[in-house]
């Protein structure tokens, strides 16, 4: 599957707890942006990342999340001591190269629960 | 605050019909705009991207954009069920090619 990697599918974290998102971009692709899809709302942007650059924060809640994207291996979501607030699907998408006429395509996104 | 505005529906068509769905944004600035299908519980599927006034057309999807009006549109010529989704427009938010998203509208086609 050459498409854009999200695991897990499904995530359920009790208040309090971290939660790990990670996200595989499409091959050929070394530009990930990471999206935010509360209940009955549209998708709002969080961060864009390069490999081991954080170019664009401006999306991400000050506190309790971060993003990284290593030289090696998928990029992460980190997100410490979980509210019920959290509770949404996240998203990754990537492409190519940044600029202008590039589209973005989406991974399956993950579904954190917060119990 | 750069914003997408949709009507959020639903829209509803009978199978066969024109499926009109529109969108407006407040920055001057964009440039690029995209429209993704977003069936329930799903990811986003990019359906078509526009970045010059005009027309553009790909099989039964024509994307349309109006820089001076600031609108932009998708139609979907002869609507079949298997198109009912959520349409998400999105324009781009400056040089990080973030993308600014619309709520959405809700297609319903009728059998």
């Known amino acids: 599957n050459a498409g854009v990697m999200q695991n897990p599918r499904h995530l359920v974290r009790r208040r309090g707890q971290e939660a790990r998102l990670r996200c595989s971009p499409m091959?050929?692709?070394?530009?990930v942006y990471w999206y935010r899809q509360l209940p009955e709302e549209g998708l709002k942007f969080m961060v864009y990342?390069?490999?081991?650059?954080?170019?664009?924060e401006s999306g991400m809640p000050k506190e309790r999340f971060s993003a990284e994207f290593p030289k090696e291996g998928p990029s992460i979501l980190r997100i410490q001591q979980v509210v019920r607030g959290d509770s949404a699907a996240y998203f990754c998408a990537s492409s190519p190269v940044t600029g202008n006429n590039q589209p973005q395509h989406f991974g399956d996104g993950t579904r954190l629960s917060i119990l | 605050q750069k914003e997408v505005e949709q009507n959020s529906g639903p829209l509803s068509v009978p199978e066969g019909a024109i499926a009109s769905l529109n969108c407006t944004y407040s920055d001057r600035g964009s440039q690029s705009f995209f429209w993704y299908r977003q069936y329930s519980g799903k990811s986003p599927e990019l359906i078509m991207f526009i970045y010059s006034n005009g027309d553009k057309e790909d099989g039964r999807f024509t994307a349309q954009l109006n820089k001076a009006s600031q609108y932009v549109s998708l139609l979907i010529r002869d609507s079949q069920p298997s198109d009912s989704a959520t349409y998400l427009c999105?324009?781009?938010?400056?040089?990080?090619?973030?993308?600014?998203f619309g709520t959405g509208t809700l297609l319903a086609v009728q059998p």
């Open positions: 091959k050929g692709h070394s530009h």
């Open positions: 999105a324009g781009d938010g400056g040089a990080t090619n973030k993308l600014i």
């Open positions: 990342l390069q490999k081991e650059n954080i170019i664009d």
